[in-house]
T-cell receptor, first 112, second 113 residues
Framework: NAGVTQTPKFQVLKTGQSMTLQCAQDMNHEYMSWYRQDPGMGLRLIHYSVGAGITDQGEVPNGYNVSRSTTEDFPLRLLSAAPSQTSVYFC???????????FGPGTRLTVL | AQSVTQLDSQVPVFEEAPVELRCNYSSSVSVYLFWYVQYPNQGLQLLLKYLSGSTLVESINGFEAEFNKSQTSFHLRKPSVHISDTAEYFCAVSTLGNEKLTFGTGTRLTIIP
């Protein structure tokens, strides 16, 4: 998984609860991103960061917050979980300037 | 903005038969193209990529893809599939200077013994 770790692997939430999905890397890559994977829809970009202190929105940012205080960590926050956020979440890093992104193992989130 | 189309959501193939998974893209600028594979209950792994140079790219496990600029395609092929190739395959595109990777909806390859 190219040095990308994600925790937890599985999580069940109730509607309205909050939680943070963790993503960490040990390769000092500047670019990190979050995707969600839903059946029949492929992967869609939620938020991304090109370095510490810099974040930007992707295709489906609503309901999610991110921050990047260090190069190593890029947490994804759900402030008030909704059933529509039931999905598998992947964190990715981009290695250097090759535009090749490598993905973490994923977090499977269920919101009841 | 770029987009990717994978027309086939499911492709069943007999073992040792050839397979082609289709991918077409849309972009107004030069692109980088990728195929990722997701084995059951696992994350995404990079299978192969086209950045520049030779339009035919190969993976270590026998897959190949050819970048065709005139047809805006990047189809994935393998001359003889194995049971272990059962997985979902995603085509993706990005552009120079654009950090965003856009994915297709995926093709589920099922190998029939």
């Amino acid at each position: 998984n190219a040095g990308v770790t994600q925790t937890p692997k599985f999580q069940v939430l109730k509607t309205g609860q909050s939680m943070t999905l963790q993503c960490a890397q040990d390769m000092n890559h500047e670019y990190m991103s979050w995707y969600r994977q839903d059946p029949g829809m492929g992967l869609r970009l939620i938020h991304y960061s090109v370095g510490a202190g810099i974040t930007d929105q992707g295709e489906v940012p609503n309901g999610y917050n991110v921050s990047r205080s260090t190069t190593e960590d890029f947490p994804l926050r759900l402030l008030s979980a909704a059933p529509s956020q039931t999905s598998v979440y992947f964190c990715a890093i981009r290695a250097g300037y090759t535009d090749t992104q490598y993905f973490g193992p994923g977090t499977r989130l269920t919101v009841l | 903005a770029q987009s990717v189309t994978q027309l086939d959501s499911q492709v069943p193939v007999f073992e040792e038969a050839p397979v082609e998974l289709r991918c077409n893209y849309s972009s107004s600028v030069s692109v980088y193209l990728f195929w990722y594979v997701q084995y059951p209950n696992q994350g995404l792994q990079l299978l192969l990529k086209y950045l520049s140079g030779s339009t035919l790219v190969e993976s270590i496990n026998g897959f190949e893809a050819e970048f065709n600029k005139s047809q805006t395609s990047f189809h994935l092929r393998k001359p003889s599939v194995h049971i272990s190739d059962t997985a979902e395959y995603f085509c993706a595109v990005s552009t120079l200077g654009n950090e965003k990777l856009t994915f297709g909806t995926g093709t589920r390859l099922t190998i029939i013994p």
